[in-house]
């Protein structure tokens, strides 16, 4: 069973930078596509970005430029990097994960594995 938990959301001010991570156990690390999804309130929950079990990575075009996804491996954690943050940004962000290809998976259904999410808050 593959266990996932996120940290690093916290409340930011518009234009501040934060960095979550995805922190997992369980399974085979190296064979594991992850995801990183974001829902905001009464909102569905959408993808941000995801890397591939050998590296490659998607990036939403609404947040190319802005956001980086990068894994390592030692650690076994994925990290989602953003910048330049704004209030639409506010959300819980969630990682997720799967054990198989294709890549990238773009939807909520094509995950087997969770965290429990983390709050970003973006406000003055």
């Known amino acids: 069973q593959v266990h996932l938990v996120e940290s690093g959301g916290r409340a930011v001010h518009p234009g501040d930078s934060l960095r979550l991570s995805c922190s997992v156990s369980?399974?085979?690390?190296?064979?594991?596509?992850i995801g990183w999804f974001r829902q905001a309130p009464d909102r569905e929950r959408k993808l941000v970005a995801a890397?591939?079990?050998?590296?490659?990575?998607y990036v939403v075009d609404s947040e190319e430029g802005r956001f980086t996804i990068s894994r390592d491996n030692a650690e076994t954690t994925v990290y989602l990097q953003m910048n330049n943050l704004t209030p639409d940004d506010t959300a819980v962000y969630y990682c997720?994960?799967?054990?198989?290809?294709?890549?990238?998976?773009?939807?909520?259904?094509?995950?087997?594995?969770w965290g429990q999410g983390t709050q970003v808050t973006v406000s003055s």
């Open positions: 997720a994960g799967r054990e198989t290809d294709p890549f990238p998976q773009l939807f909520t259904h094509e995950y087997a594995f």
């Open positions: 369980g399974g085979t690390f190296s064979k594991i596509n």
């Open positions: 890397i591939g079990w050998s590296g490659s990575r």
